[in-house]
């Protein structure tokens, strides 16, 4: 997993020893069910995420260059939503940021730094991202990084309990 540097961010591998900040905005009830999964009841439920995030490729921390505080997460998740795009070469981003840092454009920060070394170091044709209809957001920052809406999907999240959702994708595709 390669270093990502933006001008007030970090993007890097996890390390244990962010548990503190990652439990600060994982029991978050606006965090959470906004990303598909429950806020975290304990900071042992946390330290067992940010284990799979170490021991994966696909979550960077976002470190906040100034006070080197991990403020979020973004995520290059192997998913194919559309399937008639299976023969390209795509990933999904996906992110969620600690509410007290909302507001300051860090996710769309990451989101471009990200998706320009996807199309140039990892040589992608095409990069997703996808919000659950509530997620206005999530919404604002796939239009600010100029993500072109595809089409919804209603799906299931088992991660709450099956609660049925309307999920908008877009996408980006390689200038070629």
């Not at 330290?47 to 995520?75: C, D, H, M, P, Q």
């Not at 007290?100 to 998706?115: C, H, I, M, S």
């Not at 997620?135 to 209603?154: A, D, I, L, P």
């Amino acid at each position: 997993m390669k270093t990502i540097e933006t001008e007030r961010l970090i993007l890097r591998q996890w390390k244990i020893s962010d548990l503190e900040d990652f439990f600060e905005y994982a029991q978050n009830e606006l965090v959470g069910p906004n990303a598909g999964w429950k806020p975290h009841s304990s900071i042992n439920k946390s330290r067992e995420i940010i284990k799979s995030f170490i021991n994966g490729e696909e979550v960077y921390a976002i470190e906040l260059k100034k006070t080197k505080k991990v403020i979020g997460s973004i995520g290059i998740h192997e998913r194919c939503p559309d399937p008639k795009n299976r023969d390209l070469k795509q990933r999904e981003i996906g992110y969620v940021l600690n509410p007290d840092y909302w507001g300051n454009g860090y996710v769309p920060e990451a989101v471009d730094y990200l998706v320009e070394y996807c199309f140039k170091e990892m040589g992608l044709d095409i990069v997703w991202s996808g919000h659950f209809d509530f997620n206005k957001n999530s919404q604002k920052v796939s239009e600010k990084c100029g993500f072109e809406y595809r089409f919804s999907k209603e799906e299931i999240l088992k991660g709450l309990d099956n609660k049925k959702v309307t999920t908008l994708y877009y996408s980006k595709v390689k200038n070629k």
